[in-house]
Structures are given as C-alpha cells and as structure tokens.
C-alpha cells in the first residue's frame, strides 16, 4: 500500500509565475490536508478537503492560493503570481476518516517550492 | 485556538541518555501527535493518542489530559535519534492539526 505520494518534490519557480503542487492521498483515504512550513518556521495547518469538496480554508492565504481535489486525480495546491515568500516546504497528509474520535494523519515527503 | 509551547527548543546529548521533550497546549484536545522531521525530509508520525502512555521501541509517549501536557522519551538514545520532534494536536475529528515549533535534537557519538 503506497503512502502519501507528492510531486514534484522539489519546484523552482521564478516571481509571478504560477506553482501546481500535488498530493496523492494513500488508498482509500479520501480525507487531504494540506500545510506549509516556512523556512525556520513550525508548521502551519492551510486547507483541508474532501473529494470536491473544501472543509476548512481557514489556514489558506485570502489571495494567490487555492486548493482542490477533485472526484478523480490529486489534490491540487495552486499558487498563482508566486513571490519569494512563497518559499517553503509544503506537506500533504491524508486521513481514512476523521469523523471518528481519532484523526490520523500519514504525511507525504513534500514539496520544496524555491521562488527566484 | 489551541497555544502548543514545546520544550525544550534545542537538545544535545551524549549517545545512551535518557531524553524527554515536553509539549503542553492552551485548550482541550481530542487527540496528540508525535512527529519526527529529519531535516530536509518528511514527516513521520510517531505516536497518536488522547489518553495515558504508548511504548514503540525505545520511544515512550505519556499525556496527562487534566494538566493538558505531553511527554516523549528516548530510551538509550543513539546519533540516528538525531532530528526535529514535533508535537501537534487536533480539537476534533475533522480539525486540521496545530502545530508547536519543534525540539532540534542532537545525539553525540
């Protein structure tokens, strides 16, 4: 059973162009959260999405970012106009269903967005 | 909004010592995670639970919910302990987690 599989891994994008970050959740979890980790920084919770449906955005940036995860495919986190601090690591983890009382989450190996 | 305080922040220690890594937090939770970051790489999960003690290997996590404080321990630490442990909790089944800064740990040979 594959994990939390992200890609690309490492990104390299110049300012004002945009950054597509994705997260494939582990069989059977339908449940993505998405979080990034500035540089010297802790991290921090963004957006959480079911399958065509957002949950919780209260962690997104009100502009330049926005998440999906459509019926089929990835989750897709999309930084439109990137600027230099945009640059961070950024992890997807993935739930089987948080409705219960626990909530665990399997993290990917996440990506490394360098804005130039 | 939850406060996670972990601490301490940074930890070096000679290889066979006992280490303990304490996290505390602000409001009730339903769950506590351990994570283990190495730098430049993912994030592993470590430990999850919401009540008393869990043991994997040499790793021990203890909660204390009335005192809203957490414990890890590392039994006969070793240099390949060396790595960023993370506490994070979650209020709710669906909650995102929040997260505290992290304990840069560090064992000599």
């Known amino acids: 059973n594959a994990g939390v599989m992200q890609n690309p891994r490492h990104l390299v994008r110049r300012r004002g162009q945009e950054a597509r970050l994705r997260c494939s959740p582990m069989?059977?979890?339908?449940?993505v959260y998405w979080y990034r980790q500035l540089p010297e920084e802790g991290l921090k919770f963004m957006v959480y999405?079911?399958?065509?449906?957002?949950?919780?955005e209260s962690g997104m940036p009100k502009e330049r970012f926005s998440a999906e995860f459509p019926k089929e495919g990835p989750s897709i986190l999309r930084i439109q106009q990137v600027v230099r601090g945009d640059s961070a690591a950024y992890f997807c983890?993935?739930?089987?269903?948080?409705?219960?009382?626990?909530?665990?989450?399997?993290f990917g190996p996440g990506t490394r967005l360098t804005v130039l | 909004k939850n406060e996670v305080e972990q601490s301490p922040q940074n930890l070096t220690a000679q290889e066979e010592e006992f280490i303990t890594i304490n996290c505390s937090y602000s409001?009730?939770?339903?769950?506590l995670h351990w994570l283990q970051q190495h730098p430049g790489g993912g994030i592993v999960s470590l430990f999850m639970?919401?009540?008393g003690k869990k043991k994997h290997g040499r790793l021990i996590a203890t909660i204390n919910i009335q005192e809203k404080h957490s414990s890890l321990h590392i039994t006969a630490s070793h240099p390949r302990d060396s790595a960023v442990y993370i506490c994070?909790?979650?209020?709710?089944?669906?909650?995102?987690?929040?997260f505290g800064k992290g304990t840069h740990l560090i064992i000599q040979p």
């Open positions: 983890a993935s739930s089987p269903d948080p409705g219960v009382a626990y909530n665990e989450q399997f």
């Open positions: 069989k059977g979890h339908s449940h």
């Open positions: 999405l079911q399958k065509e449906n957002i949950i919780d």
């Open positions: 409001v009730g939770i339903s769950a």
């Open positions: 639970l919401s009540s």
């Open positions: 994070a909790v979650t209020g709710g089944g669906a909650d995102g987690l929040t």
